[in-house]
């Protein structure tokens, strides 16, 4: 059984694990993905993939820092998928004092879009298809730190990076957990069964 791990934390933390039973439910793996909510690094430890959620990005990565679950989390190299504030945590550099995991290279710009009156709701594109991207004191990446390691831009929004893919990791500036659209989880799930059937072959 695939374990997906939801990071209980701090934010948006139910919404990511509604949608992620949804898109299981979508993609008919109940009888091959689950999905929890973990807060200790132990936890963490035992999932195949991890979500972090939106929130306020310098308390979630206090916590992981505190709980040693940044440990946990590279040891394994859990893939990471990270809306919003998980985008933040993810990255290499922000432009604030802050814990992060220094996964990803990309430096993000944390309040890109502007303080929570400015949030909005945008047509986005991602893979060719139209998304509902909801910003909510979103991120966006403002340096790609080494062009060379296989960094994909999956989405840009007036000339701002708002999701990106490095390796087994990806990184949103908005929050798909916020709709009703299942299909960025379903992608992220797909990704993950894809990486778990490789290492078994
Ligand atoms: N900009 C916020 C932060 O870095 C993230 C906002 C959000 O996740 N909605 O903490």
New binding site residues.
Partial sequence: MIKIGILNLQ?AVSEHLDMTLKAIDKLDKKNEITVIGVRYADEVSECDGLIIS?????VIGKLIKERQIDKAIKEKKIPIFGT??GM?ILSKKTDYDQDILEIMDIEVS??SFGRQRNSFENEIKIFGDSYSGVF????SVSKILNENNELEILSELDNNIIAVKQGNNIAMSF?PELTNDTRLHEYYLSEILKLNKSNRD
């Fill in positions: 934010g939106g929130g306020e990005s310098t919003c504030a933040v944390r309040n909510i004191r979103a991120p929050h």
